[in-house]
């Protein structure tokens, strides 16, 4: 058998009787048979195989393990904790992934039956569309109190009296009444017998309806016991099973051979060198449904059935004479090469009469929403029955079955019984989410991180083989498959204290955590003590469940008490805030990074002697030695494609370092390191936002090329989302006088309405998401505002979107435009005081961008910076999040580790003078049309790119231990309390730490006029919140100014439902806060004993503003207004005399109407009403004199205006109001007693959306 560079060539009679045999099930030309190289790639075999298929498309996707131990990235920290992963689940290639289909350009059009290209339109909230919105069943039960519209029957007759019968009932009494009455006015036979006529038709078909439904229920429950009992066949689909095979067969098979040549190619066993497909068929014969049973008897949205499956190929007693000799059995021809690299040999192995038999049990769990089906869960009742035929050598004709080898037959059957057995044989069930799979993610794609912290057990029931104390620890997995983590073991105890916490990554709720309480032994496989359960379900409602104490058994025995917290941290998903908008927080410092290395290209063969590497990578984060993630190891290929994903736990973002090293196998001899990468993760980040820029250059290799991706997912984790190590103190605030808008976007058009226009500010700021509204303006495309906020800001590259929005009552607000500015263009840096200085005032009409690049209307606003006063120290010690915490906890736990030696074993091979240097060497991908240069014949390798400098490089001391970098000396002044407090206006920095909520409610902070909440907290997950959440707020006069914090169970958006609140002024709350963590009840106003606590501390950031009278706390309050009499009042009555009353108005709303005077020019009132004003420049107070008339409308005697502006505050001030009409002229007057109160004047949302300013 000569020898080539591939290898020996497969022995010529066997081929060639292989060869006869595809042709001769070729030639009966029933279904495809896919014949191809055994050495090409798979995607080249998928798309031979998929070339018979007709606009087909086939369905895959990415089958993941149920969780695993999140490896956590502590970047340059020192604090690692402990992670041991056992096993690695190989990852299969979506072909789809590779080669996409470009869409069809828009302008086609679209065949009748196709998806729609565009979102659908919109259904507005006030439509009643399907049967729980007209049935209302999801309408909340209103109590006794609210039903005002019940019906008469309703309320006072029971509803035992609605059936069918007594209405047949009232049916006889009515007639008998009519008839009287017919008779008694003499209305003659015709209309007697037209009543008898409409009486027996009523009748008759009310009793043939009872009659039907009666039937029909009878059936239904006679139907419903046979369902139970009983299988039924399933003919119908079988038939059309049958001609949908021969059309569905070649998309299958594409299918099947994308992923599963992929799979034997990597997966090689060591004593052979290659498996490839090299012929595919499934057979003209489709699998059945021999019957089904159906359970009825389940709740609403669960479905229930018992499938018979069958796939007899050899089976030809349900075929025509012709179908049988046209029939073609599955075959399968795998090219097998034996030996090592250049002397191997490759031979066929035939598969083929393959059977299958079951009864498997299908659970679906229904939805409201697309697909409708959540939920597939598949479990077979009893171990199925298979058969096959295996011959490797000799094909058809002069093959041997190895199958007749005794004892092989049954050993294969039990193996595969064996790995199918805890997945699906029934208790056990196999779960499709084909809600996860049609959303696009893959299936192994994490929702979240579990924290599990084990403190201890006790009362340990166990002894070690021949004697002896057990050294227990713990090990975590999810349904008792692969080890996930470990604990420390604890030497020789029964009561052993732990106090480890781990995380682990989870992708389904809807498994348990096991907790397998393990004694290490040094010298022999560990024993298991016993295990504990937690069913992870219950984190869906409840985040955080902590002193948890589980039995530890075993056979049914209890060995003992495990004591465990466990808390659920799930990926935040993006919000849509008023606008439509969505909210993705991607500054979050904590995170989940999802890694995938998809393929490299022009690997630098000249390190082999082949020409032809075994290429594999191994990732590694920061500093740490032991890879963190492997991929396959591809064979003979110097473009490989691993499309292999991970997923770690990163505790910061920005200082995160990723190394890759791809590696060649080498099998028993050392692996030489091919190329080598380390990049940060943010670069890695920021590469994905611009589409195609993920192939990176390879160091240490005169060739090559690596293509990658990262994916971030912020945690909802304490600290991760505005957290204290994020915090950046303000430079100063940006003082923004929102005037008016001129020929706004009208999108009520359409409607023949006009847009209700507001105004949100946007701030793009540093590691802050800041919003402000404006209020509320009338329907009007030129509305006026004339509101005055002041925006806190940091840094000088932040800039602001003003946006103005459709106010929509039911549905989300519409956005009708924006203006940018630029934080640049109001301030600069400066030397003094100050380190920022304004540059002016900036007056502007800017044009209002639309979303198109186009214009539609103008924004009048003045803009203004004005600097905060540069205070030292300002932020909060945050100590390290709560993974890093976590960790440091772990190290210093006592115990010793429990070494396995399994993931250091593949390392041994790795050659030891191939290191990777220290430093970055990239920060940026290579361009579309770039390539990696190719260096001279010399064999030198590529040197370093120049971003690999010495700068990035982390300092180490001589015993190899991170240096501190010395932290330049902080700037600015130092103040105390006092002076501090002395200063009236500033910026309140809230760091809010926890509480202890008796409903599980966002924490909003509203300060001074509290139109809007200053910042909101993320709805904790559980009662007993973690937030570590920093949020600030701007306030203007801090005697006057009040800080409040309330609870909203509602939604952010949606109308408020506080649950508590408490209020109090600014300042006895900074005398508070400011000197540490302080504790505040929130009371329910309803319950006194509904009592929430939150753990607040704050600091205080002066800035030094004028405020302009219309500012200032003095501009509003609550005014007392005595209408004491009224002089000389016009008279218009027949007798000169009048009827007068007063009705008072504050901006266009009706405030107050007085009692009416008969007969009088001279009234005397005596009453009094406060009435609150929010701003007493800007107050438009008039008072005006009716004649009351009883038939016709109230006539105007006259009208006067009171100026608030100057009047004294907490001083009563006696006013004589003169009148005037312009019929009557100046006419009499009234005398006002005034007394003005100033007071904080707060307004919600909902109160404005009335067109009220009071609260």
């Not at 407090?981 to 910026?987: V, W, Y």
């Amino acid at each position: 058998m000569a020898a080539n560079g591939h290898g020996a060539p497969p022995s010529q009679q066997a081929q060639a009787q292989v060869d006869r045999i595809v042709h001769a099930d070729t030639a009966k030309d029933r279904v495809a048979v896919h014949t191809f190289n055994p050495d090409a790639s798979p995607q080249d075999k998928a798309a031979a195989a998929g070339k018979p298929r007709d606009q087909l498309k086939p369905q895959g996707g990415d089958f993941g393990s149920g969780g695993k131990e999140l490896p956590v990235d502590m970047s340059n920290s020192q604090v690692i904790p402990t992670i041991t992963i056992t096993e690695h689940l190989d990852e299969m290639v979506d072909s789809d992934s590779l080669h996409k289909e470009e869409a069809p350009p828009p302008d086609i059009p679209q065949v009748p039956g196709t998806m729609p290209s565009s979102p659908a339109p919109v259904i507005p909230d006030w439509y009643k569309v399907g049967w729980r919105a007209v049935g209302g069943l999801d309408t909340p039960t209103k109590s006794d109190g609210e039903e005002k519209e019940k019906s008469v029957l309703a309320a006072f007759v029971h509803e035992q009296y609605y059936g069918d019968w007594y209405h047949n009932a009232a049916l006889v009494v009515a007639a008998v009444v009519v008839s009287h009455f017919l008779t008694r006015f003499n209305f003659g036979w015709g209309w007697l017998f037209l009543l008898l006529a409409f009486c027996n038709t009523y009748y008759t078909t009310s009793m043939a309806r009872v009659r039907r439904r009666a039937r029909d229920d009878i059936q239904r429950e006679l139907v419903k016991t046979r369902l139970d009992a009983e299988f039924e066949s399933a003919d119908w689909i079988n038939n059309f099973l049958d001609r949908f095979w021969l059309i569905y067969e070649p998309v299958l098979s594409q299918t099947i051979i994308a992923s599963v040549d992929q799979i034997l190619s990597t997966n090689c066993p060591a004593f052979l060198d290659s498996i490839r497909l090299s012929t595919f068929t499934l057979g003209t014969k489709a699998p059945r449904i021999d019957k089904v049973k159906t359970f009825s008897r389940t709740v609403d949205d669960v479905v229930l059935m018992d499938w018979g499956l069958s796939f007899t190929p050899n089976d030809v007693s349900e075929l025509t004479e012709k179908q049988a000799q046209d029939k073609v059995n599955p075959k399968i021809v795998l090219s097998v090469r034996v030996g090592k690299g250049i002397a191997s040999a490759s031979m066929p192995v035939l598969l083929e009469d393959i059977s299958f038999t079951g009864v498997l049990r299908v659970r679906l769990k229904l939805m409201t929403t697309f697909p409708h089906v959540q939920l597939v869960d598949l479990s077979f009742m009893e171990k199925p029955v298979f058969d096959w035929v295996l011959k490797p050598i000799g094909g058809e004709t002069f093959g041997f079955d190895i199958g007749f080898i005794p004892g092989l037959s049954s050993f294969i059957r039990d193996m595969v019984h064996s790995t199918l057995g805890p997945m699906m044989y029934d208790p056990n069930v196999f779960t499709l989410n084909l809600e996860q799979l049609l959303s696009g993610e893959p299936l192994d794609t994490a929702i979240g991180v579990l924290q599990i912290t084990v403190q201890s057990a006790r009362g340990i029931k166990s002894n070690k083989i021949g004697g002896g104390t057990p050294d227990p620890y713990v090990s975590f997995s999810i349904n008792n498959r692969a080890e996930l983590a470990r604990s420390k073991f604890k030497h020789s105890t029964y009561n052993p204290t732990w106090m480890e916490t781990k995380f682990l990554l989870v992708n389904s709720l809807t498994e348990s955590l096991i907790l397998s309480v393990m004694d290490y032994n040094e010298h022999r496989k560990d024993t298991e003590i016993g295990s504990a359960m937690f069913d992870l379900s219950k984190l869906r409602e409840e985040g955080t469940y902590e002193g948890i104490e589980a039995p530890i058994q075993k056979e049914g025995k209890e060995k003992g008490i495990l004591r465990f917290d466990v808390t659920f941290y799930p990926v935040l998903k993006p919000s849509v805030d008023t606008g439509g908008m969505e909210k993705v927080p991607n500054d979050t410092k904590v995170g989940i990074v999802r890694l995938t290395i998809h393929q490299a290209k022009d690997l630098d063969h000249s390190k082999s002697i082949s020409g032809e590497l075994n290429p594999f990578t191994r990732v590694y984060l920061g500093s740490d030695s032991k890879p963190m993630h492997s991929t396959n190891k591809m064979k003979h290929t110097n473009s490989p494609v691993w499309e292999s994903s991970t997923e770690f736990l990163c505790t910061d973002r920005l200082s995160s370092l990723i190394t890759i090293k791809v590696v060649d196998d080498r099998d028993l001899l050392k692996d030489p390191i091919i190329g080598y990468m380390r990049v940060k993760l943010e670069d890695l980040l920021d590469a994905k936002k611009e589409a195609g820029r993920d192939w990176w250059p390879l160091s240490g290799c005169k060739t090559g090329r690596i293509r990658m991706s990262a994916e971030w997912k912020p945690l909802n984790m304490p600290g991760s989302v505005h957290g204290a190590d994020q915090y950046v103190p303000p430079i100063g605030v940006v003082r923004l006088w929102l005037q008016k808008a001129m020929d706004v976007k009208n999108v009520e058009a359409a409607l023949g309405g006009k847009a209700s226009t507001r105004l949100v500010a946007r701030a793009n700021l540093t590691n802050v998401f800041w919003e402000e509204r404006s209020i509320l303006g009338c329907a009007d495309l030129n509305p006026e505002w004339d509101q005055i906020i002041y925006i806190p800001v940091h840094s000088l590259k932040e800039a602001l979107m003003l946006e103005c929005m459709d106010y929509q009552h039911l549905t989300k607000d519409r956005s009708l435009g924006y203006v940018e500015l630029k934080l640049s263009d109001l301030a600069k840096p400066a030397d003094g005081d100050f380190p920022y200085i304004s540059t002016g005032k900036k007056v502007a009409v800017d044009p209002i961008h639309l979303d198109n690049g186009s214009f539609k209307g103008q924004l009048h606003y003045e803009a203004e910076f004005i600097p905060a006063i540069a205070l030292k120290g300002v932020g909060f010690d945050s100590g390290g999040n709560l993974i890093e915490r976590a960790a440091q906890r772990g190290v210093e736990a006592d115990g010793d580790i429990v070494d396995d030696h399994s993931s250091t074993s593949s390392l041994k091979h790795e050659r030891s003078n191939h290191r990777v240097p220290e430093g970055i060497t990239v920060s940026q991908p290579l361009d579309l049309d770039e390539r990696p240069e190719h260096e001279e014949s010399n064999g030198s390798s590529r040197p370093t790119t120049p971003t690999a400098n010495r700068a990035h490089d982390i300092p180490k001391a001589p015993n190899g231990t991170k240096v501190e970098e010395e932290q330049p000396e902080e700037e600015g002044i130092e103040m105390s309390k006092e002076e501090l407090l002395q200063h009236q206006s500033g910026i309140i920095i809230f760091n809010v730490i926890s509480g202890q909520l008796h409903k599980k409610a966002r924490l909003e902070v509203l300060l001074d006029e509290a139109y809007w909440p200053a910042f909101s907290t993320v709805r904790p997950r559980s009662h007993r919140a973690h937030w570590e959440y920093i949020g600030e707020g701007f306030i203007k006069e801090l005697d006057f100014s009040r800080v409040w914090f309330r609870l909203n169970d509602a939604d952010e958006g949606d109308r408020d439902q506080i649950v508590a609140e408490w209020k109090g002024d600014a300042k006895q709350f900074l005398q508070k806060a400011l000197d540490g963590p302080t504790t505040f009840t929130l009371m329910h106003k309803e319950d006194d004993e509904k009592k929430s606590t939150v753990e607040v501390e704050a600091q205080y950031v002066p800035v030094p503003i004028k405020l302009e009278p219309r500012e200032s706390v003095n501009n509003q309050g609550t005014l007392r207004v005595d209408l004491l009499v009224g002089r000389e009042i016009q008279g218009v009555d027949r007798g000169g005399k009048s009827d007068p009353f007063v009705v008072f108005t504050l901006n266009g709303q009706k405030v107050y109407k007085s009692q009416t005077k008969k007969k009088t020019l001279s009234p005397e009132w005596n009453e009094s009403f406060p009435v609150q004003v929010p701003s007493r420049v800007a107050a438009d107070f008039t008072c005006e004199v009716f004649d009351w008339n009883q038939i016709e409308q109230a006539k105007s005697l006259g009208s006067g205006k009171i100026e608030l502006a100057d009047i004294e505050p907490f001083t009563a001030t006696d006013c004589d109001i003169l009148l005037s009409s312009a019929k009557h002229g100046q006419k009499g007057s009234l005398k006002v007693r005034l007394m003005f109160q100033p007071e904080i004047i707060g307004t919600s949302l909902w109160e404005q959306e009335k067109g009220s300013f009071t609260a």
